[in-house]
């Protein structure tokens, strides 16, 4: 589970800020909220709020930014990606660290990189202790060879093997250590190096990251008729007139003439990337992009299985295709996959999970994923600007976050639960009256009418 995401000169961060998963131990209210691993207790929801340009969308983009990086290196678009408020941050390094839990395991990993210069300067991995101690599993400094920590210790094989490994990367600026570990090697259960697939595997395929504009799953839900039949009665509870969802397979040129060519190719040279980089022999996802939605199925050596959806409507004996649906169709689509998903400890983290959705079903989905999940290790951080689900009785004021702009025009990182609020207190009526900020700050502005 997410423990806490750390981010400092990244867009428009400029400090160290940081969104902790960490509950209160002053609240009582909504205890089935919170999961307990070892003496810690995490949370399962952050919902986030903020003006628009606050910083919101940034701070899901700084998942995305580290799982790029992670898969591809640091891409040549992120040269300018450093808080440019100050002059000297284009010099100064940009620092992101995850902390995290793997079955009861504390880890927290992180790199620092100039993104100007698209250079790496450290990256560090530690296992973190009860006690609030830590012991180093690994450290890259610079342009030296990773170094693993005094702790672990390694047999004369593993040793020789990860020295092979760490003289090898010497000068690898652009890539991380991490991924390096994980590419073709294979570790046997009681290695004592299988702390680096721990912490790469949860980090690549159990954080979800959805934006408004595209939507990423590896879920099989659209891959069997049983599942598209709960779909469909799950969609059904949301009044948006589709009684029905089908799959119907196409080709590469049809998926062609649906969306733009460029897109295509994307999607398949993400896919390829993915398996290279995860050893595996097959890879199926689910995506949603403007105009199309798309099951793709790739196994080595064989052409690629694409199927799209087919959706049918009360009373219509017609066929509609995805494009044809209203945007807030769409938009559950993207969000649907978050409450049929049976992969435990997954953090979904989604951009604007309100674009496009009437309040009343906005809260509809998030009791019913709370519903699905209640008990799992599963969590929601998302962003949004839907008041009314600011609400004591659906989140605790620790799970309420907020996103405000300084007089530096920096994005500042701040909890509801600084506030001293009585349980009684009507939130979304405080927050749209200013007194917890992070809402929009309009000036005065004439306009000039000619006699």
Same mark, same amino acid.
């Given at each position: *589970?997410?423990?806490?995401?750390?981010?400092?000169?990244?867009?428009?961060?400029?400090?160290?800020?940081?969104?902790?998963? @960490?509950?209160?131990?002053? *609240?009582?209210?909504?205890?089935?909220?919170?999961?307990?691993?070892?003496?810690?207790?995490?949370?399962?929801?952050?919902?986030?709020?903020?003006?628009?340009?606050?910083?919101?969308?940034?701070?899901?983009?700084?998942?995305?930014? @580290?799982?790029?990086?992670?898969?591809?290196?640091?891409?040549?678009?992120?040269?300018?990606?450093?808080?440019?408020?100050?002059?000297?941050?284009?010099?100064?390094?940009?620092?992101?660290?995850?902390?995290?839990?793997?079955?009861?395991?504390?880890?927290?990993?992180?790199?620092?990189?100039?993104?100007?210069?698209?250079?790496?300067?450290?990256?560090?991995?530690?296992?973190?202790?009860?006690?609030?101690?830590?012991?180093?599993?690994?450290?890259?400094?610079?342009?030296?060879?990773?170094?693993?920590?005094?702790?672990?210790?390694?047999?004369?094989?593993?040793?020789?093997?990860?020295?092979?490994?760490?003289?090898?990367?010497?000068?690898?600026?652009?890539?991380?250590?991490?991924?390096?570990?994980?590419?073709?090697?294979?570790?046997?259960?009681?290695?004592?190096?299988?702390?680096?697939?721990?912490?790469?595997?949860?980090?690549?395929?159990?954080?979800?990251? @959805?934006?408004?504009?595209?939507?990423?799953?590896?879920?099989?839900?659209?891959?069997?008729?049983?599942?598209?039949?709960?779909?469909?009665?799950?969609?059904?509870?949301?009044?948006?007139?589709?009684?029905?969802?089908?799959?119907?397979?196409?080709?590469?040129?049809?998926?062609?003439?649906?969306?733009?060519?460029?897109?295509?190719?994307?999607?398949?040279?993400?896919?390829?990337?993915? *398996?290279?980089?995860?050893?595996?022999?097959?890879?199926? *996802?689910?995506?949603?992009?403007?105009?199309?939605?798309?099951?793709?199925?790739?196994?080595?050596?064989?052409?690629?299985?694409?199927?799209?959806?087919?959706?049918?409507?009360?009373?219509?004996?017609?066929?509609?295709?995805?494009?044809?649906?209203?945007?807030?169709?769409?938009?559950?689509?993207?969000?649907?996959?978050?409450?049929?998903?049976?992969?435990?400890?997954?953090?979904?983290?989604?951009?604007?999970?309100?674009?496009?959705?009437?309040?009343?079903?906005?809260?509809?989905?998030?009791?019913?994923?709370?519903?699905?999940?209640?008990?799992?290790?599963?969590?929601?951080?998302?962003?949004?600007?839907?008041?009314?689900?600011?609400?004591?009785?659906?989140?605790?004021?620790?799970?309420?976050?907020?996103?405000?702009?300084?007089?530096?025009?920096?994005?500042?990182?701040?909890?509801?639960?600084?506030?001293?609020?009585?349980?009684?207190?009507?939130?979304?009526?405080?927050?749209?009256?200013?007194?917890?900020?992070?809402?929009?700050?309009?000036?005065?502005?004439?306009?000039?009418?000619?006699?």
């Amino acid at each position: *589970m997410l423990v806490k995401i750390s981010i400092e000169n990244f867009k428009s961060f400029d400090k160290k800020e940081e969104l902790s998963m @960490i509950s209160s131990s002053k *609240m009582q209210g909504n205890k089935n909220h919170r999961v307990k691993i070892k003496q810690t207790q995490l949370l399962k929801n952050a919902i986030v709020y903020g003006a628009n340009a606050s910083g919101k969308s940034n701070l899901v983009a700084a998942f995305a930014f @580290i799982k790029t990086v992670l898969m591809e290196g640091l891409p040549a678009g992120s040269a300018n990606d450093f808080c440019r408020n100050r002059q000297d941050n284009e010099t100064r390094e940009s620092v992101f660290e995850l902390q995290f839990t793997v079955g009861e395991t504390f880890y927290a990993y992180g790199f620092s990189a100039i993104l100007s210069q698209r250079k790496i300067t450290e990256e560090w991995l530690y296992e973190l202790m009860q006690d609030g101690g830590a012991h180093q599993l690994f450290i890259r400094e610079g342009s030296n060879a990773p170094a693993l920590g005094d702790n672990v210790k390694l047999s004369p094989a593993e040793k020789s093997r990860f020295s092979v490994y760490s003289e090898d990367f010497i000068g690898q600026d652009v890539q991380l250590f991490l991924p390096e570990m994980n590419r073709g090697k294979k570790y046997a259960k009681n290695s004592k190096l299988v702390f680096f697939t721990e912490a790469f595997g949860w980090i690549m395929n159990n954080i979800i990251v @959805i934006n408004p504009n595209i939507g990423i799953s590896n879920t099989e839900a659209y891959y069997n008729d049983e599942s598209l039949d709960n779909i469909s009665k799950l969609i059904q509870t949301f009044d948006t007139g589709v009684t029905e969802i089908k799959t119907k397979q196409i080709t590469i040129d049809e998926m062609g003439k649906m969306i733009p060519a460029e897109v295509v190719q994307g999607i398949f040279a993400h896919l390829k990337t993915q *398996m290279r980089m995860t050893n595996l022999l097959s890879i199926q *996802m689910t995506w949603r992009v403007e105009g199309g939605f798309f099951n793709i199925r790739i196994k080595e050596n064989s052409d690629p299985e694409i199927a799209t959806l087919v959706l049918k409507h009360d009373k219509s004996g017609f066929d509609f295709s995805f494009s044809e649906e209203s945007d807030g169709t769409r938009r559950l689509f993207d969000l649907i996959d978050m409450l049929l998903t049976d992969r435990p400890d997954t953090v979904f983290v989604v951009d604007e999970l309100e674009r496009s959705l009437h309040p009343k079903l906005t809260e509809h989905f998030l009791k019913l994923f709370m519903e699905a999940h209640e008990g799992i290790r599963m969590q929601m951080v998302f962003t949004t600007h839907e008041d009314t689900i600011m609400d004591q009785s659906l989140f605790r004021r620790d799970e309420i976050w907020f996103v405000e702009r300084d007089a530096d025009n920096a994005s500042k990182i701040y909890s509801l639960d600084r506030f001293k609020e009585r349980y009684d207190k009507k939130l979304s009526k405080a927050y749209l009256e200013g007194r917890y900020g992070a809402i929009p700050v309009f000036r005065q502005f004439s306009f000039r009418k000619g006699e």
